[in-house]
């Protein structure tokens, strides 16, 4: 059986549904697939987010992440608050451990100022007047637009309201192969005007496929949360360590929920296969001999501080270890409080091959007839909107074509 959208997105996460919803916006005439391996949206990273949405200060003013960041924060709050959709406008503060962080406090405060974001520098009594329980060194970073989402509720209501306007859902479809203007999967051919690569933890091999991301391939670092069995009315705000500058992590913090909820995580734990959950689910051979072989190479190389990294995250299994990295983030120690395991998600960190170091950046590769989004990381539920804004704005279907038929081939432009 075959399939013949203008536009063939590949994957059902937040960014394949926010391309997906932006480009019907655009172009309501233009018709669109969706394909999608597993039995629903969000199935993965997307689905496993921790539902911050972020502000945007982490990162350096010449990259994406910091242009798109503020963006799509507010598009994301706008749209909640439009479709009723639960949000949670708690704010961030970051905490100080001792003086010596507060060089690198200051820092981001300066680079969040660079990213038009709003910050304030606080005291400690300022802390202590706006969150009591929160321990900090002298200094802190107040964020006031960081917020909590729902992810799995946005990304179904983006999936309803696709599908009502008229955009073409295919679970359980698998991509196989490539060959010019089509797609094989395992459930018929789709002949594509133009092929939006956003599969995850599979965007390198596809985007190879085609010709792309030779230099690159993704590790896998599993996520987890332990969930606070205290009182839930303990902390009002997220609170976030100051993070490693040679890692893209941000360090275990406390997440205010949606639900008004407490919960500390993530872990980074390099994973030993791209869907290692748990268990042996999904496990592959060919996966497990590639991701050793290249943190083989940095565990022994030390690459930015990965032998180090990879011996402290793997401890976190140890619940009193690892709820004892959130020790020093509030006044009185909570390490007792903690419970379950949340569900673990799994972070697609993109590895450049040549260097031997992480990307930081989102990094998007394509030509004519196919892009692909090689680095969708954190914080790339919260830049959706705005992301997929600037991913079209660098595709041939900015020429606004109608729907093309079987035998009108896109008008194409070369990709920026």
């Not at 503060?93 to 100022?113: C, D, F, M, W």
């Not at 390099?270 to 592959?284: C, D, I, M, V």
């Not at 998007?364 to 909107?385: K, M, R, W, Y």
């Amino acid at each position: 059986m075959s399939h013949f959208p203008d536009l063939l997105i590949i994957g059902a996460g937040i960014t394949g549904l926010a391309l997906a919803f932006k480009a019907k916006t655009r172009w309501p005439d233009l018709k669109i697939s969706l394909i999608e391996k597993e039995s629903d949206v969000a199935q993965h990273a997307s689905g496993r987010n921790s539902g911050v949405l972020h502000a945007g200060f982490y990162y350096s003013s010449n990259s994406l992440k910091a242009r798109l960041c503020r963006q799509g924060n507010l598009a994301m709050q706008a749209f909640c608050l439009e479709h009723g959709l639960k949000l949670n406008p708690c704010g961030k503060l970051v905490l100080t451990k001792n003086e010596a962080e507060l060089p690198a406090l200051h820092r981001l405060y300066q680079q969040g100022l660079k990213n038009g974001i709003p910050l304030q520098l606080l005291t400690e009594d300022q802390v202590r007047e706006l969150e009591p329980e929160a321990a900090t060194c002298q200094a802190a970073l107040y964020s006031p637009s960081t917020a909590s989402v729902d992810p799995l509720e946005i990304c179904q209501f983006l999936k309803q309201r696709l599908q009502t306007l008229g955009v073409h859902f295919y679970f359980e479809t698998r991509y196989l192969r490539q060959r010019r203007s089509q797609v094989f999967s395992n459930r018929g051919c789709f002949e594509a005007g133009h092929v939006i690569n956003c599969a995850g933890l599979y965007a390198d091999k596809i985007a190879q496929d085609y010709g792309f991301g030779k230099t690159y391939t993704l590790l896998p670092f599993k996520g987890l949360y332990l969930s606070f069995e205290g009182d839930p009315q303990l902390l009002s705000h997220h609170l976030y360590p100051v993070p490693d500058p040679r890692q893209p992590f941000l360090g275990v913090h406390y997440t205010r929920t949606v639900h008004q909820q407490l919960k500390i995580g993530p872990t980074a734990i390099p994973a030993l296969w791209r869907e290692n959950y748990g268990g042996l689910s999904r496990f592959k051979l060919a996966e497990l001999l590639e991701v050793l072989w290249y943190e083989g190479q940095l565990f022994a190389s030390n690459r930015f501080g990965f032998r180090e990294l990879a011996l402290s995250e793997i401890r976190k299994y140890w619940r009193p270890e690892f709820a004892r990295q959130a020790a020093h983030l509030t006044q009185t120690e909570h390490t007792t409080e903690f419970g379950k395991f949340l569900r673990p998600g799994i972070r697609a960190q993109l590895l450049d091959t040549r260097r031997m170091e992480l990307v930081k950046d989102f990094v998007i590769e394509g030509d004519q007839s196919s892009t692909h989004v090689l680095n969708a990381v954190s914080p790339a539920f919260t830049c959706a909107f705005a992301f997929a804004d600037y991913i079209l704005e660098q595709t041939p279907l900015q020429q606004q074509p109608h729907s093309r038929g079987m035998n009108s081939p896109l008008p194409l432009k070369p990709l920026l």
